[in-house]
């Protein structure tokens, strides 16, 4: 197999003009929020340099290994053990349709559930520890990545099934997983989100450690800008790991039509 | 077409046997896990006290108003960045930046600013499904067709025209996906809020059936929370079949 080919860079504007689009508004939000902070003297609303300091004394001392790589430990395990089980799962029922049919209403309830009330839930069940919480992950990321798998496994491309089937090519994985993968990939951005909403949830549920946790009590301190420090901390998580998906998802379907430019 | 429903219907009995056997045999704590015939009981007997359709009403309207602003700010937003030349190039870091922020990092906020009461459960509402129909809406407006835009152009027709009978129609599958995938995340986001925070709804119900070590309560309110999840959804869906009837993609659907 060759590597994926760099798809041809189309010209653009100078690189001066692309930095003041990427740069522009966000440095005039910023600076507005200044503007209105330090003259408001609001409470609730520090300016952005005492959250800046906020932050880097909040984060970047022990809380990194007490409190923020145990959050990522779990969501990574939870979210890893929910693709198993789903892709696991969905290839099987989505090659079954008599399965399929029985399977769907079953799982479509399930997805419907807003992943959040599971805590309690699985707090009854399995307690309070780390593998509660993982559990939690799993159970709400489950659900999207399990619906795609078999809904892109049953659009498989019936001329392709049979010229596999001819040549007595590897149907597993290179028919099914790969002719799936795109809606595969939509189930895994989807259980993503809900992915980090649920880590943060089962922390702030019951814990004495963790992301939710930590921010929670800042809260409850009225410790503002902490506080602002730890929402602009889990935005930043959030953004880094929908770059992080866009890339493996880049490489997972450079074949597709969707990612030849 | 039959043959599938009566598959499905096999399959939700084969559901709630398992859950009625598992408990019943012993496998699961019975008071951790109780059978599937008392807690749809459970859910039969909530749905005769007037607190449960209070606090059905409460989420229902924090999700109905936060969703209905959303929607309603997501897509003139959406229509003029997408519109007004140069106006998508300098937004698109500033909303790429902030779209995938979860919406629960806001829950401290929320609780700082209104409490356990409906402005909680408005931000994270708004918040979230803002983000989804605003991209949709962006995705549609960028999808339009370059002849007709440029047949609109040489007939000189005015901008107000040329949003209503073009940029619309091209933009209003979009928009309805946004609507659909918004409304889902509305009502997510609605159950969090009263969960989490504690404003009035079924989510604080679940909080206290749970606190106070009511499981079956607590069992019955999830399956509640997923029946409506799913009419949500089916109501979205029906809407957007109504709207974009005239619609290749729904009229193709439709056996002639």
């Known amino acids: ?261 | 077409m039959v043959s599938r429903f009566w598959y499905g219907l096999a399959g939700l009995a084969v559901l709630l046997a398992v859950m009625e056997a598992v408990p019943r045999l012993g496998l699961v704590d019975p008071r951790f896990l109780p059978p599937a015939s008392r807690i749809l009981g459970e859910l039969g007997a909530l749905l005769a006290t007037p607190e449960l359709w209070a606090a059905l009403g409460e989420t229902m309207r924090g999700w109905g108003i936060g969703l209905a602003v959303a929607f309603t700010a997501a897509v003139a937003i959406g229509f003029v960045i997408g519109i007004v030349p140069g106006l998508r190039a300098a937004t698109h870091s500033t909303i790429e930046f902030l779209r995938p922020i979860p919406s629960v990092a806001l829950i401290p906020l929320a609780t700082l600013l209104f409490g356990a009461s409906l402005g909680s459960t408005l931000l994270l509402v708004i918040y979230a499904s803002f983000w989804q129909v605003l991209i949709q809406v962006l995705y549609g407006v960028a999808d339009l067709d370059t002849v007709a835009a440029d047949t609109a152009r040489a007939y000189r027709l005015g901008w107000w025209t040329r949003i209503r009978h073009l940029v619309w129609p091209t933009a209003l599958p979009y928009v309805m996906t946004g609507l659909r995938l918004g409304a889902t995340v509305a009502f997510i986001l609605a159950i969090t809020a009263e969960l989490v925070i504690g404003s009035p709804g079924l989510g604080l119900e679940i909080q206290l059936a749970q606190s106070s070590g009511a499981v079956t309560t607590v069992y019955a309110l999830v399956v509640l929370t997923g029946l409506i999840g799913i009419a949500v959804n089916l109501g979205v869906r029906l809407l957007e079949r109504r709207v974009l009837a005239w619609h290749p993609s729904v009229r193709g659907e439709v056996p002639a």
Request: aromatic fraction near 8%; charge should be positive.
């Open chain 1, 1 to 261: 197999m060759t590597e994926p080919q760099q798809a041809p860079r189309r010209p653009g504007a100078p690189l001066g003009v692309r930095l003041a689009r990427a740069l522009g508004l966000p440095v005039l939000l910023v600076l507005a929020w200044w503007a209105v902070s330090a003259t408001a003297r609001n409470f609730y609303a520090p300016t952005p340099d005492t959250v800046a300091r906020a932050f880097a004394e909040t984060w970047f001392g022990h809380r990194i290994a007490d409190d923020v790589l145990p959050s990522l430990g779990r969501l990574l395990a939870g979210y890893a053990l929910a693709a198993v089980l789903g892709i696991g799962l969905g290839v099987p029922v989505g090659l079954a349709p008599r399965l399929r049919a029985a399977a769907e209403p079953v799982l479509e309830f399930f997805r419907a559930i807003p992943p959040p009330v599971l805590v309690p839930l699985i707090m009854l069940l399995a307690g309070i520890d780390t593998a509660m919480k993982i559990l939690v992950i799993v159970s709400g990321c489950l659900w999207p990545i399990l619906l795609n798998t078999v809904e892109g496994v049953r659009a498989l491309d019936e001329v392709l099934t049979d010229t596999c089937r001819m040549y007595g090519i590897g149907r597993l994985r290179h028919l099914i997983i790969r002719g799936a993968s795109p809606q595969i990939m939509t189930g895994l951005r989807q259980a993503l989100s809900v992915g980090i909403i649920l880590m943060v949830i089962s922390e702030m549920f019951a814990s004495s450690s963790g992301l939710g946790f930590t921010i929670v009590l800042f809260q409850r301190g009225f410790q503002i800008p902490e506080m602002w420090s730890g929402i602009l901390l889990l935005g930043l998580i959030g953004f880094t790991l929908s770059v992080l998906f866009r890339w493996v998802e880049r490489r997972v379907l450079f074949w597709h039509w969707s990612h030849r430019a």
